[in-house]
């Protein structure tokens, strides 16, 4: 990546300045993806204090990635225009806001709408975190280590949610797992004050809102296609509604994009096949591992009686477990190349969850060690899959190049809720046995039989935890298809240079 025109010199920024620049933008990133997961084991607390319905917890935990996802590439293009700093602030900002309205919301619908608030937050701030690391490291090596640390700030936030989730579940109410956002939101501030540099905005760089929001509604009726596809019954007219509009919405936006002189997004750049990789290669690591940490923490906390704390401990394994080899990938990315490290990573992934699948049902040391394997797999791809990104994008597109990253981590994370969420509630249903013994309520939802529950345990619990392992099972089973699939199509990318070389950046309009 060159110095673009808006980025200070290398000499006007001191390497003390630079690095703790680059922990003080982790700080929002941290906080970003602990929203993500530190719900996962706050989930059936919340639920049940709210009085949410099975559909109504999905879009709790869907309304964020959802709505980030939408605005990400509007947000790095309008992030180019103000200045990156800017943006940052502004997110931090937003999200402290949201996070006090999440935090005392009093019911299930208020929270969704909270939730979807700090999203916008979060989609301020995603792209800038990586642009200003981009903007600021300009040496290769010193860059690769530098995002390599970003990625595994990312990895630790995913470990981190769930048992922070536990910690605070234990001791205070279920708002509190937001509450905590706010001390970290002021620090950042008063940090990127005095450490960021505040840049040239490009006033040229137009932020088209009709494209943000063609993005946003093409998402939503996707993932509502999705869901509806699913559902036990499927809702066949929902889904085609939702699917008609998804498209609708996505022809627009293309067609849009060409005819804007500064588009949210040119396509141009993903026919640079490290690029595409990269991208590709954050959908398919964020899928497994928000799909691995829903599934397990609700399968352990609601059959094996975990408590919040300790179900965020067991799927904490594999984010913990991607640390080593997260920061080994951006070290030694120069010396053995992309190919080796995601589509290596992305099938040692696919073999981790695999050995969960297989092996939990026979102890609790088989789930863990799959937890590890998956987890140093995830660590290799995803520490270079943003270098792929950022590396191989023009240096006056480091927004666009940042909100793509960040709408494919973001995006893998939403088809993982929206799918494997929706999958395992209608697998469960599916497995139940035709039994007229069988409360109605056994068959809505594994929650609404287990407050059926009374005491003595009822003959009928047994077939309800054997309905719901063979689901949780066999998600685990498309989790681990998925990441092979994955390692297959980044492989046959990456075949025409030396392995895994990385490609030179693609002019772009």
Avoid at 51 to 69: F, K
Avoid at 70 to 88: K, V
Avoid at 156 to 175: D, N
Avoid at 357 to 367: E, I, K, P, Y
Wanted: contains cysteine; positive net charge.
């Amino acid at each position: 990546m060159s110095l673009p025109a808006t980025a200070p010199p290398t000499s006007a920024l001191s390497p003390a300045r630079r690095w703790s620049l680059l922990f003080t933008v982790a700080a929002g990133l941290l906080l970003v993806t602990l929203d993500n997961s530190v719900l996962y084991t706050a989930l059936p607390t919340l639920a049940s204090e709210l009085h949410a319905s099975d559909s109504q917890q999905l879009w709790i935990i869907n309304a964020y990635p959802l709505v980030m996802a939408g605005l990400l590439l509007g947000a790095g293009t309008l992030g180019d225009r103000i200045g990156h700093r800017r943006m940052f602030l502004i997110g931090l900002s937003a999200f402290g806001a949201a996070s006090l309205v999440a935090a005392f919301s009093q019911s299930a619908g208020q929270l969704i709408g909270a939730r979807a608030a700090l999203a916008v937050g979060a989609a301020a701030m995603m792209p800038a975190t990586l642009a200003l690391i981009g903007l600021t490291f300009h040496e290769e090596r010193e860059r690769n280590i530098a995002i390599a640390i970003w990625g595994s700030v990312a990895i630790i936030g995913a470990a981190l949610g769930p048992i922070i989730g536990g910690v605070l579940l234990a001791r205070f109410w279920w708002g509190s797992v937001f509450l905590v956002n706010v001390p970290v939101v002021v620090l950042a501030f008063i940090a990127t004050l005095a450490l960021a540099p505040k840049g040239v905005p490009d006033g040229s760089r137009r932020w088209d809102f009709a494209s943000s929001l063609l993005a946003l509604v093409a998402l939503s009726g996707l993932v509502l296609g999705i869901k509806s596809v699913i559902a036990a019954p499927p809702a066949w007219i929902t889904a085609a509604i939702a699917a008609g509009v998804a498209s609708i919405a996505a022809a627009a936006f293309v067609r849009r994009q060409r005819v804007l002189p500064y588009p949210l997004l040119d396509v141009a750049i993903f026919r640079n096949p490290a690029f595409l990789c990269g991208t590709l290669a954050a959908v398919f690591t964020l899928f497994a591992l928000a799909g691995l940490q829903l599934v397990t923490t609700q399968r352990f906390q609601l059959i094996a009686g975990f408590t919040p704390l300790q179900a965020g401990l067991l799927v904490s394994v594999a984010a913990l477990g991607s640390l080593p080899s997260a920061l080994f990938g951006g070290m030694f990315l120069h010396r053995v190349g992309l190919r080796p490290l995601i589509s290596g990573g992305l099938a040692c992934g696919a073999l981790g969850v695999a050995v969960v699948a297989l092996g939990f049902a026979h102890g609790l040391g088989w789930a863990i060690t799959g937890m590890a394997v998956t987890g140093v797999g995830m660590g290799a791809t995803i520490s270079v899959a943003s270098t792929a990104i950022i590396g191989n994008a023009p240096a006056d597109r480091a927004g666009m190049a940042s909100s793509v990253e960040e709408v494919a981590y973001e995006f893998g994370g939403l088809l993982a809720v929206a799918v494997l969420g929706s999958l395992a509630a209608a697998l469960y249903t599916a497995f139940l046995p035709p039994d007229a013994a069988l409360p109605a309520a056994a068959r809505e939802g594994i929650g609404q039989a287990l407050q059926a529950v009374g005491t003595p345990a009822p003959q009928w619990l047994d077939a309800v935890h054997a309905a719901y392992d063979r689901a949780y099972q066999w998600v685990l089973v498309v989790i681990a298809v998925a990441l092979a699939i994955g390692a297959m199509l980044t492989a046959l990318l990456l075949r025409s240079g030396p392995g895994s070389r990385e490609a030179a950046p693609v002019a772009v309009h």
